[in-house]
Nanobody, 124 residues
Framework: QVQLVESGGGFVQAGGSLRLSCAAS????????MGWFRQTPGKEREFVAR????????NYADSVKGRFTISGDNAKNTVYLQMTSLKPEDTAVYYC?????????????????WGQGTQVTVSS
């Protein structure tokens, strides 16, 4: 089992920045990919970014490319999402997720473990 705990959400004005953290515990050695997803009411949870835990390779949704950066600290079992140039449409609950296999990283069904989510609100 892997437990994930997010932190760092909050309220920010458009153009501002926030950094989300996701601390993993438990069987962290089984993690292949760590990802961030987000969800707004009435919409499906969507892929934001992911990082391969061993290679460090990253991928981003087109909507956040160039504004968000995902990074990881394996020694701390923590993944970060640095969000800059935030827009009102970035408002959502952000979820951290962990996958133990090299599946389709953009597909939420590839992820076994999920955090509780953290709210990010961007005002215009």
């Amino acid at each position: 089992q892997v437990q994930l705990v997010e932190s760092g959400g909050g309220f920010v004005q458009a153009g501002g920045s926030l950094r989300l953290s996701c601390a993993a515990s438990g069987r962290t050695g089984s993690i292949y990919t760590m990802g961030w997803f987000r969800q707004t009411p009435g919409k499906e949870r969507e892929f934001v970014a992911r990082i391969n835990r061993s290679s460090g390779s990253t991928n981003y949704a087109d909507s956040v490319k160039g504004r968000f950066t995902i990074s990881g600290d394996n020694a701390k079992n923590t993944v970060y999402l640095q969000m800059t140039s935030l827009k009102p449409e970035d408002t959502a609950v952000y979820y951290c997720a962990a996958s133990t296999n090299p599946g389709s990283y953009w597909n939420l069904n590839s992820y076994t473990y999920w955090g509780q989510g953290t709210q990010v609100t961007v005002s215009s």
